[in-house]
């Protein structure tokens, strides 16, 4: 059995540590435009998302978008993009990152109701795609690859 660490260091990821939150979300830090916060991590999320409360707090410039928001039993709900937006999680990093905005309240809800903390936000398929992610639930880390 090979060590995926040492396999993946060696083809240039890195390593970003995952927080495992007590409704079993798997969360990670990150800054947009300079500014940290708490994200979720959601593969199934197409678009990353930040709550339409933090979109000063991240610097996000948004325009309203035709982007129809679903998920935690929420759907149809209007949202706004922000392009251009940098973003780094560890130290991988994106310039010109899209973001959808949206309201988060029924998510937070959520989390609340499970005692867990509250999230800036969401980190989408589109980055977990882009950095070709691999997420190691043994060892509880992400694994991202900046563009060369």
């Known amino acids: ?24 979300h798997l ?14 991590l ?7 998302c930040v709550g339409v409360d933090k979109a000063s707090y991240f610097k ?4 309203d978008s035709k982007i129809k928001a679903a998920g935690a039993g929420a759907t149809d709900m209007e949202t706004l993009v922000s392009a251009k937006n940098a973003i780094e999680i560890g130290s991988w990093k994106k310039e010109k990152q899209k973001i959808v905005v949206f309201d988060l309240v029924h998510v937070n809800e959520a ?5 867990s903390l509250p999230v800036d936000g969401i980190i989408g398929a589109d980055i977990l795609i882009k950095s070709k992610a691999v997420i190691d639930y043994k060892s509880g880390n992400l694994f991202m690859k900046n563009k060369k």
Request: charged share 20%; aromatic share 4%.
């Open 1 to 24: 059995m090979c060590n995926l660490k040492k396999v993946l260091k060696n083809k240039g990821y890195i390593k970003i540590p995952l927080i495992l939150s007590g409704t079993n």
């Open 27 to 40: 969360e990670v830090t990150a800054s947009i435009n300079g500014v940290r916060g708490r994200f979720i």
């Open 60 to 63: 996000l410039i948004s325009k």
């Open 111 to 115: 989390l609340k109701a499970h005692e």
């Open 42 to 48: 959601d593969t199934g999320a197409s678009n990353t």
